[in-house]
């Protein structure tokens, strides 16, 4: 199943134990229906990302090497980003990047040791930090760690 096409997403940087994140949630929400007329999935969006390698958010370990084909591209001055997913996924945001001075070093310091970089996301309420926070209360949420370039 391919990522519903969004024109929009929006994006927040947070620091979750020691660990910098980014957090990207559509502004969209899209179901498929089976040929069959019936649902075949209510959330598309985390679908696609579950399919391609993202689990789901159980606890804030995030262990693990980047997964293969996922790729975080931080500009220069940290100001955007460009986030893919392997084949049969792509580009699933470009676009600005806020982020203080702490995210920005431990996202310094996991590129010079090849770490990669921890993606966040999930379908909520609103695209607000909030709504994005009870999102991985409510275990609504997957992650995966991508390659990191900067």
């Not at 980014?22 to 498929?32: E, G, T």
């Not at 980003?81 to 431990?106: F, H, K, N």
């Amino acid at each position: 199943m391919a990522t519903p096409e969004i024109e929009q997403a929006m994006t927040w940087t947070a620091v979750i134990g020691t660990t910098p994140v980014v957090i990207v949630l559509p502004r969209f929400r899209s179901v498929h229906i089976a040929e069959s007329g019936t649902l075949a999935t209510a959330d598309a969006w985390t679908t696609a990302l579950t399919e391609h390698g993202a689990q789901p958010m159980r606890d804030t370990d995030f262990l693990g090497d980047p997964a293969p084909g996922w790729t975080v591209t931080i500009g220069a001055g940290v100001t955007t980003v460009r986030i893919t997913g392997p084949t049969g996924l792509g580009e699933i945001y470009s676009g600005g990047l806020e982020a203080d001075t702490q995210w920005r070093e431990r996202v310094a310091g996991l590129h010079h040791i090849g770490a990669g970089l921890v993606l966040i996301s999930g379908t909520a309420d609103q695209l607000t930090p909030d709504a994005a926070l009870e999102m991985m209360e409510a275990e609504r949420a997957v992650w995966i760690r991508a390659t990191l370039w900067m």
